[in-house]
């Protein structure tokens, strides 16, 4: 079987009339290479915002650069490795350069499958580094920053999962990372006086190589045909039996930060099909 990652068009991309969604502020935007951070650069880029792309994988940065551009938007990928503070420290800086920093993304994240008892912990700190403790400091530099604006307002969204609310099998790290950054989105807003609001974005599977990727090893692991994992283990719980579109995913950060979601603050948007809440 072959599911592959799907194109964007512009026509696609949710594009809101908000006077805040300018060139003048900016969006940074972790994980930009590829999957759903791709796509909120994107979206960033075509509603009118000056789109800072991070990601350790150059080639794919860039070609997400590109496509922002092709369609019209703005936008500047900086290489960036999130397991280096240094590197994260010198991103935020240089996008502080563009324009004013008023939208933080937290996208990036990697997989891995395995039960506690056989978890690799290189793997652990591995993970726990890019998707708890680089969204942590990426928020921490960016606060001050969206303090700095005319209003003091700033917005930081993270990309949160299904497995921010239950937890499956083998996937104990992903888990974890996924439940903290609902409580990190939370603490935010309980320290933002209202004007500095954070959110989560909670999905199913999306059509992203994270997911892609995955199948194989779940196949393997439960001795089933690939098949039968998107089936059964990936769709099985959900009532929308297709797999969700980055772009799908990047229209609900839009609308996060926009004038529409001034009571978002430290919620979080559910779209994963009915897996959690019906059964």
Do not use: W
Request: proline share 4%; with cysteine; glycine share 8%.
């Amino acid at each position: 079987m072959e599911i592959r990652e799907p194109e964007i068009s512009r026509d696609q991309v949710m594009i809101i009339a908000d006077e805040a969604f300018t060139p003048e502020n900016v969006c940074i935007v972790s994980g930009a290479g590829t999957g759903i951070g791709r796509a909120v650069a994107i979206a960033a880029a075509a509603n009118g915002l000056m789109a800072v792309g991070l990601d350790i994988n150059e080639a794919e940065g860039q070609k997400t650069q590109q496509m922002a551009r092709d369609m019209g938007g703005q936008m500047i990928f900086i290489p960036t490795d999130l397991t280096r503070d240094e590197q994260i420290e010198a991103a935020v800086e240089e996008a502080a350069k563009l324009g004013k920093i008023r939208y933080l993304a937290n996208i990036a994240g990697l997989q891995h499958i395995d039960p506690v008892d056989r978890f690799p912990m290189e793997k652990y700190d591995l993970m726990m580094r890019i998707m708890l403790r680089a969204p942590f400091y990426l928020s921490q530099r960016c606060i001050p920053l969206m303090r700095q604006n005319a209003d003091g307002v700033g917005v930081i969204g993270h990309m949160a999962s299904v497995h921010a609310h239950i937890c499956t099998m083998n996937k104990p790290v992903y888990n974890i990372t996924k439940f903290g950054l609902r409580a990190l989105a939370q603490s935010i807003s309980a320290e933002g006086e209202g004007k500095i609001r954070s959110f989560t974005v909670s999905t199913g599977f999306v059509q992203t190589p994270l997911a892609l990727n995955q199948i194989p090893a779940q196949a393997a692991q439960r001795g089933i045909a690939p098949e039968a994992v998107v089936r059964d283990v990936m769709m099985g719980k959900s009532r929308v039996k297709e797999m969700m579109t980055p772009v799908e995913v990047a229209n609900l950060f839009i609308l996060g930060f926009s004038r529409h979601a001034k009571y978002l603050v430290g919620g979080d948007l559910l779209f994963d099909g009915g897996m959690v809440l019906t059964y």
